[in-house]
Structure formats: C-alpha cells, structure tokens
C-alpha cells in the first residue's frame, strides 16, 4: 500500500465515532474480564478480504485463540434491520467477516430482550455465544485438516 493511501485509512480510522451502544459494550467488557476472556475492543482489523475501501472493519470485540480471530457484533433492529432482514451494510459486515475466515458471533438485543433476559444477564449471554462460536469455529478447523 502507498503512502497516500495509508494515510488516508489512518484518517478514515481516526475519524471513526465511538459506537452508540457503548454502554452494552461497557458491560460485556466487565463480564468478559470478569470470566477472562481475552479480547480486544472496537480496534481495527485489517483483511483484504474485506470489501471496504481500505481493508478495514471495526468490530465490537475481537478475540484471539491461537490462529482464530473470532469476532463479536452487538446488533440492535433499529440500527442493523430485524434478524434476518438486516439491512445492505449489515449483510456486508457479515460476509466481509466470514469471507475473511473470521468466525462471526452476533448478539441481538432484540432477541436477548424478547427472551425475556434481563438486561444485566446479557453479558453471561454474550460470554456463552462466544465459547459456543469458539468451539465450533475450532471444530470445523478441525474438519479441514
């Protein structure tokens, strides 16, 4: 990549607004440290799979087990349309995920809230998805060996 181009991806990610779920993400944070869970935050990930103009997604939380990188997205219906209507850039995010190998867990509030749990349980809710994607993304490795 050239100089220009980097800098202007530096810009694109420096200009990036703080996620409006921010108080969710708050709490899945906690949870996770409290069950030590490793993970990263709205960093950036760079993959050429992805479709964006410079290569670049921000999820909500990225873990790492060994040459994994699971991701976790935090949906609301207002933002990202109703499961499984999401709207175009939804279905973009999902599928540079996955074309990327990336193995993709989404949390749905909607769904957890219609459930009927409790918004202080969403965390536990968040921690289980993820060793669930987890384990199964290790087991179809598994497969392709």
Known sequence: MNKK???ARNKAIKSQPRNADANILDMFSQTFNNYHLSYKREETLYNSAYWT???TRIPDFIFKVGTLTPVLEVDKDS???EF?????????RNQDH?????PLA?????????LGFKKEDWGKLAVYLMWHSIVISLA???LVK
């Not at 499984?84 to 973009?92: D, G, I, L």
């Not at 996955?98 to 990336?102: E, I, M, Y």
């Not at 989404?106 to 219609?114: C, K, T, W, Y």
């Open 5 to 7: 181009n980097n800098q």
């Open 84 to 92: 499984p209507y999401q709207n175009q850039k939804t279905k973009e």
């Open 106 to 114: 989404i949390f749905s509030e909607d769904l957890a809230e219609h």
């Open 140 to 142: 179809q490795k598994d």
């Open 53 to 55: 103009k410079y290569g």
């Open 79 to 81: 933002t990202h349309g």
């Open 98 to 102: 996955l074309r990327s190998g990336n």
